[in-house]
């Protein structure tokens, strides 16, 4: 699939010269991919999963990268000592959001994680190189409580961020299907600025749909792969977890949704066991999307029937490839994935389900390119 075959394209901006950035919560840096089209260069990272920095320096082996828990005074240490020498004046900061997410439905209230915010407002006191700064998180956290603070987490973070010197703030709920994505997915997003104001990017609706995304790509049952890409392998199913995916038609819910045991799911979310429709966008694809009591996770099949015309089964009776999902994201086919992590589907599921989305990510973040150079 072309990366350039609708309204919405990757941006490519060139800057007087080039700006260097840190990414906290990194993950695997899906989030930076297209940054470098727009001048960045992301020199310092943090991740506090050895796997995940591991695939993080194979995607972008010049990039530092400190493997830590950013709550641990050690870990803020060395953060500090590296961005104080490469004066990076971009942070770029996703914390684990499963927290405050709605999907997740068996929140802890007395979870550390969601306070991880405080790790970013420690490495910018620490740290005075930055003028730009850009927080993104589930959806819910704008208006998220905790039992620390009296105002929602959102109204918090604006405030230590005035705290800290940066009088300019825009927040949001924003969409990844308005910067270019073929995947709704609605997050929070708060930037702030030093010495310039500066305001999130407006986006714009695009016209791709599932159906691009599978351009080129042959049908898959669950178990199946094509030899295309090393990422279009569909999950395989139990038995009884097939046969009702197989004979729920697009664009229902599977009923009686079973679990992988053949025992009924006590799941109530409204996405679980949904199959999807060709002509609308992939919904959001969270860390378990190879699941289908996940969220809106059974790609679109063909409605099969007989020749009285009585409906009989749908084809592609599976959840969406790894590949399927990047594509969704726009990253490329070709993009740099280490040969030792593509046998781990499982693995990359979960880095991309973690992921902000890589164009939406690069739309924010030339925004401080434009306020930075008066572009």
Not at 138 to 152: D, G, R, S
Not at 188 to 196: D, G, T, Y
Not at 204 to 228: Q, V
Not at 246 to 270: F, I, N, Q, R, Y
Request: a neutral charge; charged letters at 25%.
């Amino acid at each position: 699939m072309s990366q350039n075959n609708d309204n919405t394209e990757i941006l490519s901006i060139t800057p007087p010269h080039r700006i260097k950035a840190t990414n906290l919560f990194c993950c695997s840096g899906m989030n930076a991919y297209f940054l470098d089209k727009i001048g960045v260069d992301v020199v310092l990272a943090n991740e506090k999963e050895p796997d995940r920095a591991k695939l993080h320096k194979g995607i972008y082996p010049k990039c530092k990268i400190v493997v830590g828990d950013i709550m641990n005074p050690k870990t803020q240490d060395l953060l500090a000592e590296i961005a104080n020498k490469e004066k990076p004046k971009i942070l770029l900061a996703s914390p684990c959001c499963q927290q405050i997410s709605r999907a997740n439905t068996r929140k802890d209230e007395n979870s550390d994680e969601q306070y991880l915010f405080e790790g970013v407002m420690e490495h910018l006191k620490r740290t005075e190189t930055y003028d730009f700064v850009a927080i993104e998180n589930a959806a819910e956290m704008l208006t998220f409580k905790t039992k620390k603070y009296n105002l929602p987490l959102g109204e918090q973070i604006e405030q230590e961020l005035h705290n800290l010197g940066f009088p300019y703030v825009d927040k949001a709920v924003q969409n990844a299907a308005e910067f270019g994505a073929i995947m709704n997915r609605p997050r929070s997003i708060i930037i702030a600025s030093k010495h310039k104001p500066v305001k999130l990017p407006i986006g714009a609706e695009n016209n791709l749909c599932l159906a691009d995304i599978s351009k080129g790509l042959k049908p898959l049952e669950a178990g199946e792969r094509d030899d295309c890409h090393w990422g279009q392998v569909a999950t395989p199913l139990p038995e009884c977890q097939l046969e009702q995916v197989k004979h729920t038609p697009t664009g229902e819910k599977v009923k009686d949704l079973k679990t992988t045991k053949g025992a009924l799911s006590g799941c109530k979310m409204d996405g679980a066991g949904h199959r999807c429709k060709k002509d609308e966008k992939m919904h959001s694809q969270l860390t378990g999307s190879g699941d289908i009591t996940g969220l809106f996770t059974i790609a679109p099949g063909t409605d099969v029937f007989d020749d009285d015309g009585n409906y009989v089964y749908t084809t592609d009776a599976r959840t969406h490839t790894v590949l399927e999902i990047m594509r969704a994201y726009r990253l490329p086919d070709d993009m740099r994935i280490p040969y030792w992590t593509r046998p781990m589907l499982k693995f990359l599921r979960v880095m991309l389900g973690e992921a902000w989305c890589p164009l939406h990510c690069q739309y924010v973040v030339a925004q401080f390119i434009k306020a930075e150079f008066g572009l």
